[in-house]
């Protein structure tokens, strides 16, 4: 396993593209550190698949390096990255067995029968591949065979890193919860390097221990899956994370207060004198309806989606959505929403500002 260092990264398909906007990825600087389980989350065309290949020696980046444990492995292909990568199809040897296929890298590297099959066995039994191990792959279904891809995946014990490209595309939408699960758990096990691609909140939320949010080129933000969802960085992050996202209003922000049309909202933090365009942003799991005080609110409908109600209403010219677990009773008396102030954040010109404590 190794740290990988992106110094001074930025790429451009463009030959000679040297304006900002010919960049598919822009200029970024990390430590990915060792061990970690990191996803790459955004939307199509934000530049998850750029970097990936990037760090797996696919693409050679038009600018900065790539370093392995401090190793500056910038020019190497990657056949000598020792890094493993699964791809969204899979790609598996349709006439050997299972158990061939999951062999293959291992016997590639000159590694002894019984460690082989030792290995081999391991990850068969955490992968859910056990009884299929000595059927041909050629007449497994597409879940199976994207199995064995994931499965390859993970059976080298010494490689710097292993990139998983969408690795779900293909997984019928119940195994799909099963094998998030599962490599999971394999990462606790093994302790693998890993980065994950993805443009999907809830496989990069329950697989990483850091979510890495990209935005056209950029990185927004790097942190917890809980760090993006109670104080994301910018209002994107805001709006992609969160089933709903996040709620946004424009506001003039005063202290420790802020004024949502006329009326004042009172603010956790205190914040200073801000130019540019302010905005509060509330989740709506931490809006209440109420009689009084707040701002008033006409509901518009309400959408049942199993363990909560997420409450549709109309603020002046404002849409907002209202997350209510479920057992919450309101009635229609209850025509005004409250913010719990704490977790109000604060956004200038679209970036979370942080405020002093009360
Ligand atoms: P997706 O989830 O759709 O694969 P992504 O986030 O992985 O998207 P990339 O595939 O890295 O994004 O693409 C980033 C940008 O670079 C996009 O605008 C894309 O059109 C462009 N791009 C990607 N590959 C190439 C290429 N080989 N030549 C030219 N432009 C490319």
Not at 163 to 174: A, K, M, N, R, S
Request: with cysteine.
């Amino acid at each position: 396993m190794a740290q990988i260092t992106l110094s001074n990264l930025a790429h451009t398909y463009v030959p000679g593209g040297a304006h900002e906007s010919d960049f598919a990825l822009k200029t970024l600087n990390h430590v990915w550190e060792e061990g970690g389980a990191y996803a790459l989350l955004g939307p199509s065309g934000c530049g998850k698949t750029t970097l990936l290949n990037i760090i797996s020696g696919l693409i050679m980046p038009s600018h900065g390096r790539v370093l392995f444990d401090g190793v500056d492995v910038t020019a190497l292909p990657a056949e000598k990255r020792d890094i493993a990568q699964v791809f969204q199809f899979p790609v598996v040897y349709d006439t050997m067995t299972v158990r061939e296929n999951l062999a293959f890298p291992l016997k590639n590297r000159g590694l002894a029968m019984p460690d082989i099959q030792a290995r081999v066995a391991l990850i068969a039994e955490m992968i859910g591949l056990e009884s299929v191990l000595d059927q041909r792959a050629r007449g497994l279904t597409a879940d199976a065979k994207q199995k064995i891809s994931l499965a390859r995946g993970m059976v080298r014990e010494s490689v710097n890193a292993i990139l998983f490209d969408e690795p779900l595309t293909v997984i019928d939408p119940q195994l799909k919860w099963e094998l998030r699960t599962q490599l999971k758990s394999l990462h606790r096990e093994f302790g693998h390097t890993m980065i994950y691609v993805t443009h999907d909140q809830v496989e990069a939320l329950t697989f990483a221990d850091t979510v890495v949010m990209m935005h056209e080129g950029r990185v927004l933000q790097m942190g917890t899956p809980e760090s993006l969802f109670e104080t994301p960085a910018h209002t994107f992050v805001g709006h992609f994370i969160g089933s709903p996202g996040m709620n946004f209003f424009d506001a003039q922000i005063e202290g420790c207060d802020a004024m949502i049309y006329g009326q004042r909202i009172p603010l956790g933090r205190r914040y200073k004198s801000l130019s540019g365009r302010t905005q509060v942003g509330i989740r709506p799991e931490y809006i209440q309806f109420t009689k009084e005080g707040g701002l008033p609110a006409v509901i518009k409908h309400i959408e049942d989606v199993g363990r909560r109600r997420i409450v549709h209403a109309e603020v002046a010219e404002s849409l907002v959505k209202v997350s209510l677990p479920d057992g919450y009773s309101f009635d229609t008396t209850m025509d005004r929403i409250r913010f719990n102030p704490d977790k109000i954040n604060i956004f200038v010109d679209g970036w979370r500002t942080e405020g002093e404590a009360l």
